[in-house]
């Protein structure tokens, strides 16, 4: 009877939150800063949206220190004999200059952390495109360089590896600014960084071979 009791005045499992969360992090990424109070939920959860979402063949990768968390799908190397299952969590291919973008971002965030400044790195419309300036065919048509950089960015906004920021009514695009968010981190690893020079060779390889190519034809 006591032991009856005592179940009856614990608190009831959240279920419902836990539904919650897993369907916010089916869709995308929760963030400390934008959506505190799943955030809190997610941390008090978390063992069980671990043990929920491994059914569907995912994983919860969630950084207290930078503040995101998301699923991903689970390694397929981690158990061989296991059945294969369909992938929930699609796999996006990107374009090549996407690619390059974001390898770009990720080591501009790399050096950014290393001066110790200010946590949240900012970069204007124009500072993105003189990162990738230098790595594109040399053109003497800029605006049309500058459209299809825009083209990319809204790409890369849109997959959620840059945020653009809220600028003046009168303001026009190229005052646009972007913040980019550290959740970068977790896709762009400091191994991948330690061959970043070795695959910068190769993006400009491959470049100047698309360049020929477009003359050629």
Same mark, same amino acid.
């Given at each position: 009877?006591?032991?009856?009791?005592?179940?009856?005045?614990?608190?009831?499992?959240?279920?419902?939150?836990?539904?919650?969360?897993?369907?916010? %992090?089916?869709? *995308?990424?929760?963030?400390?800063?934008?959506?505190? !109070?799943?955030?809190?939920?997610?941390?008090?959860?978390?063992?069980?949206?671990?043990?929920?979402?491994?059914?569907? &063949?995912?994983?919860?990768?969630?950084?207290?220190?930078? *503040?995101?968390? @998301?699923?991903?799908?689970? /390694?397929?190397?981690?158990?061989? $004999?296991?059945?294969?299952?369909?992938?929930?969590?699609?796999?996006?291919?990107?374009? =090549?200059?996407?690619?390059? %973008? %974001?390898?770009?971002?990720?080591?501009?965030?790399?050096? =950014?952390? $290393?001066?110790?400044?200010?946590?949240?790195?900012?970069?204007?419309? !124009?500072?993105?495109?003189?990162?990738?300036?230098?790595?594109?065919?040399?053109?003497?048509?800029?605006?049309?360089?500058?459209?299809?950089?825009?083209?990319?960015?809204?790409?890369?906004?849109?997959? !959620? =590896?840059?945020?653009?920021?809220?600028?003046?009514?009168?303001? &026009?695009?190229?005052?646009?600014? =972007?913040?980019?968010?550290?959740?970068?981190? #977790? @896709?762009?690893?400091?191994?991948?960084?330690?061959? @970043?020079?070795?695959?910068? $060779?190769?993006?400009?390889?491959?470049? &100047? #071979?698309? $360049?020929?190519? *477009?003359?050629? /034809?």
């Amino acid at each position: 009877m006591t032991e009856q009791l005592d179940s009856q005045l614990d608190p009831p499992i959240a279920t419902h939150d836990l539904s919650a969360l897993v369907i916010v %992090l089916l869709k *995308g990424v929760i963030y400390q800063e934008t959506e505190a !109070g799943l955030w809190t939920s997610l941390l008090n959860l978390q063992a069980r949206v671990r043990d929920y979402v491994a059914v569907l &063949g995912l994983e919860l990768v969630l950084d207290e220190a930078e *503040g995101y968390a @998301f699923l991903r799908s689970r /390694s397929e190397n981690e158990d061989e $004999a296991a059945p294969k299952l369909p992938r929930l969590v699609a796999r996006r291919p990107l374009s =090549f200059t996407v690619s390059l %973008l %974001l390898a770009l971002l990720r080591k501009k965030l790399a050096e =950014f952390d $290393a001066s110790g400044g200010d946590t949240r790195l900012v970069l204007s419309r !124009g500072e993105i495109v003189d990162l990738i300036r230098v790595f594109l065919p040399d053109s003497s048509n800029e605006a049309k360089l500058i459209d299809q950089v825009d083209t990319q960015l809204n790409k890369i906004v849109e997959l !959620g =590896f840059l945020r653009k920021l809220k600028t003046g009514a009168n303001q &026009g695009k190229q005052a646009a600014m =972007f913040e980019v968010p550290r959740i970068l981190k #977790a @896709f762009v690893d400091a191994q991948w960084l330690a061959d @970043f020079d070795e695959r910068l $060779a190769a993006y400009q390889a491959q470049l &100047g #071979a698309d $360049a020929e190519a *477009g003359g050629a /034809s």
